[in-house]
């Protein structure tokens, strides 16, 4: 999760709402400097391209589009949204620039755990034939074929899921909504996943709170100046259960198909936009510190990883950043 820090002074008015949506909630708060906004009318607005976002790539709408895609069982061509197509597109992208572990067909893998839509409040480590079977359908990210808005799945039970993705994605269609209506200095925000345009009220990059990645506390690890990009943070630290003394994770391998289960605890990520900073920052965490700092630098992606203290794991992280990241915050 990350935290905004915004003050807003002068002659400029705070445009500053928030609501429900994708299981969370979501935030905008922009600098109106002539006071022309409706912001009102900015609120519908923004509500409803997240319907139509929802209506596009939730899981857990069985009438949404992927949800639709995931239930055919044909391997022809399927005209998709423009939204989804383009979600999709990147989605291979990382998945090739990371070692094919950003995998939108994990989806099996993630139900099996206990953490997707599926899942009714009871989570079990599961039996390795239901883990293997599983794993038999997922690993097809680099197999769905895309011509245009169309897609082929490889094999009839292939399926999307996208929740590393799709809330980066509806961030930056909020910041589209917001540019509409004239802003050009604002914050737009899902569940953590930022998009960030121009400088706050003090005329001031936006300050943004990264939180620290423990269970047991909500406040800010560091704060990260931010101007016209996008930010998520992934962690392993909230979504989580424990069983015989064992801690199983979200955070799932796309290779062994078992939760992560290295020190890194957190990874933020600053891109162009908040879709791929989504994404990015679940492919870092998974990846950790070690091969995820190789990656970021070859791609000049801004990454910053917190680990977990070698020494005691219950006292004191360890940060790591990327060439781009420091580069950014200098």
């Known amino acids: 999760m990350s935290l905004s820090l915004a003050a807003c002074k002068g002659g400029s008015e705070l445009v500053d709402f928030s609501g429900s949506t994708m299981g969370t909630t979501y935030t905008v708060t ?20 997240l319907l139509d976002v929802n209506a596009q790539m939730s899981n857990w709408d069985r ?46 893998v993630i139900e099996a755990w206990g953490f997707g839509a599926q899942n009714t409040g009871s989570r079990e480590a599961p039996d390795q034939h239901v883990l293997n079977a599983a794993l038999a359908s997922a690993g097809k990210t680099g197999a769905l ?86 930010m998520a943070t992934s962690g392993d630290y909230r979504n989580y259960y424990e069983r015989d003394g064992k801690r199983y994770s979200h955070i799932i391998d796309a290779h062994t198909g078992h939760p992560i289960t290295h020190r890194t605890a957190s990874v933020t990520v600053l891109a162009d936009n908040t879709m791929l900073a989504d994404a990015w920052a679940t492919a870092m965490l998974v990846l950790g ?6 990656i970021a630098n070859k791609l000049d992606l801004a990454a ?14 360890v940060t790591t950043s990327s060439d781009r990241f420091e580069a950014l915050q200098a």
């Open 63 to 108: 009438s949404s589009e992927v949800s639709r895609f995931n239930a055919a069982t044909t391997t022809d061509p399927v005209s998709v949204s423009k939204g989804l197509a383009e979600v999709v597109r990147a989605s291979q992208q990382v998945n090739r620039d990371s070692d094919g572990q950003f995998d939108i067909t994990l989806g099996p």
């Open 30 to 49: 922009g600098v109106d400097h002539d006071r022309r906004v409706d912001t009102a009318a900015l609120k519908a607005a923004v509500e409803k391209t």
């Open 145 to 230: 074929q895309l011509d245009g808005n169309r897609i082929r799945k490889p094999h009839q039970d292939t399926q999307i899921h996208l929740p590393s993705i799709g809330k980066g994605y509806g961030v930056d269609q909020m910041a589209e909504v917001a540019r509409s209506f004239g802003l050009s200095d604002f914050m737009v925000e899902i569940g953590g996943d930022i998009y960030v345009s121009g400088r706050n009220a003090d005329s001031m990059k936006w300050q943004i709170g990264i939180e620290t990645p423990s269970a047991m506390t909500r406040q800010a690890y560091k704060v990260a100046s931010v101007s016209n990009m996008g």
């Open 304 to 317: 910053m990883f917190i680990d977990r203290n070698s020494n005691d794991l219950n006292k004191g992280f």
């Open 289 to 294: 510190t070690g091969r995820g700092l190789e």
